[in-house]
């Protein structure tokens, strides 16, 4: 069964209380010392929808929250990697003259 932890932050901007909510809320469902191997090779994948900001994309914020206590409970110095090529922004497209753009009416 899926566990869901719910905290508060009291600063949507400081990222040291983004922080502090991160860990209170991993560590209502579990203590990371206890799942993560010394050395052991953590993935995070954060949802991210095309080039929007937050809400719809992970915060990056809680990313680095989750990279930071993952690595403090033992888990090994990863590597970034990515994949594919990165999305193009909506202003992108609209002035791609490659994209045959068709008049609707409202």
Known sequence: MAQVAITHSPSLTDAPAIRASVASAISLLCDLREIISPGQTVVLKPNV??????????????????????REAGAGRGRPRVYGAPLPTPE??????????????A
């Open 49 to 70: 929808f095309a080039s929007q900001r937050p809400p719809p994309t992970t915060d990056p914020r809680v990313v680095v929250a989750v990279g930071e206590l993952c």
């Open 92 to 105: 992108q497209l609209r002035q791609a003259e490659a994209i045959p753009w068709q008049p609707v009416e």
